[in-house]
T-cell receptor, first 114, second 111 residues
Framework: DGGITQSPKYLFRKEGQNVTLSCEQN?????MYWYRQDPGQGLRLIYY???????QKGDIAEGYSVSREKKESFPLTVTSAQKNPTAFYLC?????????????FGDGTRLSIL | LAKTTQPISMDSYEGQEVNITCSHN???????ITWYQQFPSQGPRFIIQ???TKVTNEVASLFIPADRKSSTLSLPRVSLSDTAVYYC????????????FGKGTRLSVIA
């Protein structure tokens, strides 16, 4: 079955620590995205990538970093510079960049601060 | 990017038809209208997409008037499992502008 796998489902971070959230897709999609969702809020775009070795900042990129070394993988690092990292993080992919291409989402990673 | 306005919440009884309207007054010529559904602690799921007139699939119908300044997602005979947040997105058919997921409409289906 094709889809997007995010891991871990729950993640705890200590103050001052970097953590990396995994996102893998086997849909052969070119475009991938990371969103952040806070309780009762919509999704906000952190970073997106249209192709391997390329990525662009979204609306709230500060305190986050990404890499796109492989087509199927788009990991997100939440750095210590992100002062309020507690949130639900969602990864998505689409055939290519463009709003007429439906995005397929993973089941998310819930990050909490210890 | 066209801004969208949706009701914050709606309630419905099981078995009723639910219509959720989204306003997008400044929709551009190349923009599509896409609806997603999100259950708690899950990622959003694509429901339906349209450009004009009416689109129907096994889950929902999407009605778009001629001026395209609004759209209506219609869910026939809702059940308790349709309780979710529904997002309306409007964006360019091409180009690099990021999509914007607003707060959506929280639909509560009551038995």
């Amino acid at each position: 079955d094709g889809g997007i796998t995010q891991s871990p489902k729950y993640l705890f971070r200590k103050e001052g620590q970097n953590v990396t959230l995994s996102c893998e897709q086997n849909l052969n999609h070119d475009a991938m995205y990371w969103y952040r969702q806070d309780p009762g809020q919509g999704l906000r775009l952190i970073y997106y990538s249209q192709i391997v070795n390329d990525f662009q900042k979204g609306d709230i990129a500060e305190g986050y970093s990404v890499s796109r070394e492989k087509k199927e993988s788009f990991p997100l690092t939440v750095t210590s510079a992100q002062k309020n990292p507690t949130a639900f993080y969602l990864c998505a992919s689409s055939v290519y960049r463009g709003s007429n291409q439906p995005q397929h989402f993973g089941d998310g990673t819930r990050l909490s601060i210890l | 990017l066209a801004k969208t306005t949706q009701p914050i919440s709606m309630d419905s009884y099981e078995g009723q038809e639910v219509n959720i309207t989204c306003s997008h007054n400044n929709i551009a010529t190349n923009d599509y209208i896409t609806w997603y559904q999100q259950f708690p602690s899950q990622g959003p799921r694509f429901i339906i997409q349209g450009y004009k007139t009416k689109v129907t699939n096994e889950v929902a119908s999407l009605f778009i008037p001629a001026d395209r300044k609004s759209s209506t997602l219609s869910l026939p005979r809702v059940s308790l499992s349709d309780t979710a947040v529904y997002y309306c997105l409007v964006g360019p058919g091409s180009g690099n502008t990021p999509l914007v997921f607003g707060k959506g409409t929280r639909l509560s289906v009551i038995a």
